[in-house]
């Protein structure tokens, strides 16, 4: 009876630690392979110009080894009048990129469909190994509320985009209009 007791608990150990080893090992290979795309991923903005007072358009280069995606880009300016900020939100499994007021003082931060200021969709569009892809960003009209919506871009003003790659890695760019 002693035997078959320590083989019953033994056998239930030992399956608890081939879990947990499995377990184990699963994490760690999924942070691998999050550390390698880290790595592989490289990209650079190579030029932003302003095409009229409420847009600007900047160029994302790759030359990282496996194709890039933005996972979002904020716009600013040296005077403080902009501050925006483009990324997505997920219902129901659908993607919907999305605009915010950084500046506002609303919960929501004047969330808006960003699909008719930004061309083309950011969070949508991949740019292939050493292809670059431009994007224009529209600042949206004037809502209350929202102090960056409804600003232009004005000459002397240094704006700055930072882009964020879909595995993190930052790209600050900067340029006096």
Known sequence: MAIA??????????????????TSEGALQNNAVNTNNLLSEHFGVVDMYFGTTTSATFWVYNTGSLTYQTFSVRLYGSAGLINIFYNYTMSGGVKTDQVYDLRSALA?????????YESPLITATTVKTSNAQFYTL?????????PSF????????????????????????????
């Open 5 to 22: 007791i320590t083989l019953v608990a033994g056998a239930a150990a030992w399956g608890f630690v081939r879990t947990q080893a499995a």
């Open 108 to 116: 929501s931060k004047c969330k808006t469909a960003a699909s008719s």
């Open 138 to 146: 529209t600042i949206p009209p004037t809502t209350s509320n929202c």
């Open 150 to 177: 409804g600003n232009t871009i004005t000459s002397g003003v240094t704006y700055t985009v930072v882009v964020t790659g879909s595995y993190g890695n930052v790209v600050t760019y900067s340029q006096t209009d």
